[in-house]
């Protein structure tokens, strides 16, 4: 007979592993809030250590220090000195903006706004003519100079910011869209007054838009038909008249004015400025002597009414 060999079980024991997982690095808190909300060139900000320097600081012997005028922003670790007059136009989402086309692209248009780079405009953030609402084809990306073209002024609204600075715009609503016959006048953003609408008709029948950006184009009304959609590209070829002209020049001036003496600009202090002018012929607004009589009469006129 074979020998039946017995095979006994073996006896399996499981250790728990004993082991501690490696100890976490501590977690380094967040430097306090800045006690220094607005500063001056030179100004001492904070210590470098625990800080990141941002726009509008400079680092000297392990120190922050201002190198613009503005308030302190802070972002966790992030210090930056956001300029109270920016030399650039600082874009904030849902900003009115009149800009000026300067390339186009594909499926996009660049576009000025005075901003450190230039805007860009997507084929399909725009209306097309007459409103039509469908989606973009090949067809319409061939034809986007008949839309648009180079050195075409538009008014637009900011949609978004990226944080590489890149800013996207939209025309969406009817009333944004290429604009006609008139004067762009190009001054700070800092002049500009926000307010709810910026999209205004002077009692004197002329239109404005005053762009968050510091653009303002200034031009005579357009009568729509009731019912008729223009996608935001209605043109008129029609001569402006002579009347029409004079006003449009004498809105020009009375901005100017008023960016001379920094009195905000919007539409009751373009309207107060432009009722004190009339006194005045439109070639004599441009003299010194009379545009200085005349902001001094802005100036105590504004001071009264408001």
Known sequence: MDDEAEFEPETVER????????????KVPSPPPLSTPRVNPGCF?????????????????????????????QINRLITVRPFRSPRYLPEVGDVVVGRITEVVQKRWKVDIYARQDAYLQLSAVNLPGGELRRR???????????????D??????????ED??????????????????????????????????????????SMILGNNGYIW??????????????????????????????????HNVIRILADISIAIYDTSVIIAYDLSLAY?????????????????IRVKIALET
């Not at 250790?15 to 501590?26: Q, T, V």
């Not at 625990?50 to 005028?69: K, M, N, S």
């Not at 009731?226 to 809105?251: H, P």
Request: contains cysteine.
């Open 218 to 251: 200034v031009g005579a009304t357009v009568a729509t038909v009731e019912g008729q959609q223009s996608g935001g590209f209605l043109q008129s070829s029609e001569a402006i008249s002579r009347v029409e002209r004079e006003a449009i020049a004498r809105v």
């Open 281 to 297: 012929t439109v070639n004599t607004l441009v003299t010194p002597s009379v545009r200085k009589e005349l902001a001094e009469m």
């Open 153 to 162: 002024i538009i008014s637009a609204e900011v949609q978004k910011v990226t």
């Open 15 to 26: 250790m728990e592993a004993s082991e501690e997982p490696p100890p976490r690095p501590p």
């Open 137 to 151: 084809s090949a067809e319409d990306e061939l034809m986007m100079r008949e839309y648009l073209k180079e050195s």
């Open 45 to 73: 900000i904070a210590q470098e250590a625990g800080y990141i320097r941002g726009h509008g600081t400079i680092a000297l012997d392990e120190r922050l220090y201002a190198t613009v005028p503005g308030t302190v922003e």
């Open 165 to 206: 600075g890149m800013i996207a715009l939209h025309t969406r609503s009817l009333k944004y869209g290429k604009l006609g016959q008139g004067i762009v006048i190009t001054l700070k953003p800092s002049c500009i007054r926000r307010s709810k609408t910026h999209f205004h008709t002077l009692p004197c029948g002329v």
